[in-house]
C-alpha cells in the first residue's frame, strides 16, 4: 500500500534553515506530482510547493524563494529545503501524493521560535 514517512522537523531560530524530507512506497513514484502541504494551529491545511513528474515546480506566494521543492526518483523521496524561516512558517508539513486517490504522510512539526 502507498506509504509516505515525513522527517526532518524540529526547532530552529528564526532565519535559520531545515530540510525535510519523505520517503515514498507503494505506488511508481516517478509517474505522480508530489506536494508539501502545512497545517498551523487553528488554521486550515495549505499548499507550499510541488514538484510534478516532469520536475516542473510551484510554491505558495509566502515561500517562494526561501523553500525548494526537489525528488529523486532513484530514491523515492521528495524534499523541502527551508531556508530563512520565520515565526509564521511554524506548523506540521505533510507530505501528499494524488496516486489515484490523496495520500498522506503523518506529518512533522517543524516551529520557528527564539
Known amino acids: 500500500q502507498v506509504q509516505l514517512v515525513e522527517s526532518g522537523g524540529g526547532l530552529v531560530q528564526p532565519g535559520g534553515s531545515l530540510r525535510l524530507s519523505c520517503a515514498a512506497s507503494?505506488?511508481?513514484?516517478?509517474?505522480?506530482?508530489m506536494s508539501w502541504y502545512r497545517q498551523a494551529p487553528g488554521k486550515e491545511r495549505e499548499l507550499v510547493a510541488t514538484?510534478?513528474?516532469?520536475?516542473?515546480?510551484t510554491y505558495t506566494d509566502s515561500v517562494k524563494g526561501r523553500f525548494t521543492i526537489s525528488r529523486d526518483n532513484a530514491k523515492n523521496t521528495v524534499s523541502l529545503q527551508m531556508n530563512s524561516l520565520k515565526p509564521e512558517d511554524t506548523a506540521v508539513y505533510y507530505c501528499?501524493?494524488?496516486?489515484?486517490?490523496?495520500?498522506w504522510g503523518q506529518g512533522t512539526q517543524v516551529t520557528v521560535s527564539t
Open positions: 514538484i510534478r513528474a516532469s520536475g516542473s515546480t
Open positions: 507503494g505506488f511508481t513514484f516517478r509517474q505522480y506530482a
Open positions: 501528499n501524493t494524488m496516486a489515484g486517490r490523496a495520500y
